[in-house]
């Protein structure tokens, strides 16, 4: 079983950032891709970002290249997503997302979900 915790959400206004963190425990990761979705109200739940665990090749949605970086740290179980440059839609809430169940990161069969940060950006 995987636990996740992410931190960082809060408001901002657009043009700002902010910093998301996913607390990960409960297994070894590193063969784990882990990774973070959205959900806008009234939206569907979408892809953002993932990384892989042990070699570090990363993902993004067309939306957020450039202005989103997905990182980890080893030492901490912890994965990290800065967003830059945002934009009032980027307003969701963000999901930590662990193990991809068929390894196809950009449908949302993940194995493992934390349980939200919201984001706002205010225009």
């Known amino acids: 079983q995987v636990h996740l915790v992410e931190s960082g959400g809060g408001l901002v206004q657009a043009g700002g950032s902010l910093r998301l963190s996913c607390a990960a425990s409960g297994r070894s990761f590193s063969t784990v891709v882990m990774g973070w979705f959205r959900q806008a109200p009234g939206k569907e739940r979408e892809f953002v970002s993932g990384?892989?665990?042990?070699?570090?090749?990363?993902y993004y949605a067309d939306s957020v290249k450039g202005r989103f970086t997905i990182s980890r740290d080893n030492a901490k179980n912890t994965v990290y997503l800065q967003m830059n440059s945002l934009k009032p839609e980027d307003t969701a809430v963000y999901y930590c997302?662990?193990?991809?169940?068929?390894?196809?990161?950009?449908?949302?069969?993940?194995?493992?979900w934390g349980q939200g940060t919201q984001v706002t950006v205010s225009s």
């Open positions: 990384i892989s665990w042990g070699n570090g090749n990363t």
């Open positions: 997302v662990a193990s991809p169940r068929y390894g196809n990161v950009y449908t949302n069969e993940w194995n493992y």
